[in-house]
């Protein structure tokens, strides 16, 4: 698997991974049925924090990309060697 981070998108890029490895041969379809699995749980745990987001009004999360579920920038401002961000905000 890569290394991509723990996010949406790093899950859709490992699934990809998954199944393009199932197609060479390079893993089994046990494997593979386990990391669906796996990702399917990742999925749930996601619409689970969408709904808490809307419930108390938060606007960003960790998981979906766009920082920690409800929670507003550092106020000091970006770290070091940071010279911006993307915020994804969730249409309500």
């Known amino acids: 698997m890569s290394q991509n981070a723990n996010t949406l998108e790093g899950l859709r890029g490992d699934l990809f991974i998954t199944l393009r ?4 041969g390079k893993i089994d ?3 593979a049925k386990a990391v669906n699995e796996v990702a ?9 924090e969408v709904d808490a987001i809307k419930v108390t009004g ?3 999360s ?18 070091p ?8 905000r969730l249409k309500g």
Do not use: N
């Not at 399917?40 to 689970?48: D, F, G, H, N, P």
């Not at 060697?81 to 994804?88: E, K, L, N, S, Y």
């Open 21 to 24: 490895e199932l197609r060479a």
């Open 29 to 31: 379809l046990d494997t």
């Open 40 to 48: 399917r749980t990742l999925i749930e745990s996601a619409k689970v």
């Open 58 to 60: 938060g606007r960003e």
């Open 62 to 79: 960790g998981f979906l990309g766009g920082g920690t579920c409800g929670g507003a920038a550092p106020e000091d401002g970006l770290p």
């Open 81 to 88: 060697g940071i010279t911006g961000r993307t915020v994804h």
